[in-house]
């Protein structure tokens, strides 16, 4: 497989060439979903710079506070196997707006970026509708504490 962090792109950039794929394993990845509360299915791709693509739903839970999203449960599935080279995150959902990562899974995506490379940030609406950014787009300012 093609080692892509020997190359030039940006995230953004391999994101756009891994569009498809992302999409595709988000929403295989929603079909998990957890969410007999709010019947608000979330599925999530994180894309490694090796190509390698791990999937997330969103998991709900009886005490409400208790519920994870998916983008935290795919990137936690990619950080516990050892890969901390995160590329992009992708998240769909089937609300016909788009729907972008929360607040909290903002800040969980900027601790894994890299100052030069901030990670890509693709989300898609049932509708088809798509955006592309970086999770400096989404979180400017991110708290750090090193
Ligand atoms: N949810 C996600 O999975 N990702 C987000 O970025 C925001 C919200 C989930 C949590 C809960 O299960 C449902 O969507 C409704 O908030």
Redesign the pocket.
Known sequence: MTDFTQQEASYRELANSFREELLTAAREAQIS?Y?P??N?S?G?AVLLSDGTIYRGC???NASFGL?I???RVALFHAISDGRIDIAAVA?V?SAPKL????GA?RQVIAEFSQAGNPIAVLSASLSGETSLETILDLLPDTFTLL
């Open positions: 979903a969410a509360y709010s608000f979330v999530a969103n998991i709900e519920t999203c998916a983008e998240v959902t729907c972008k990562p929360c899974c």
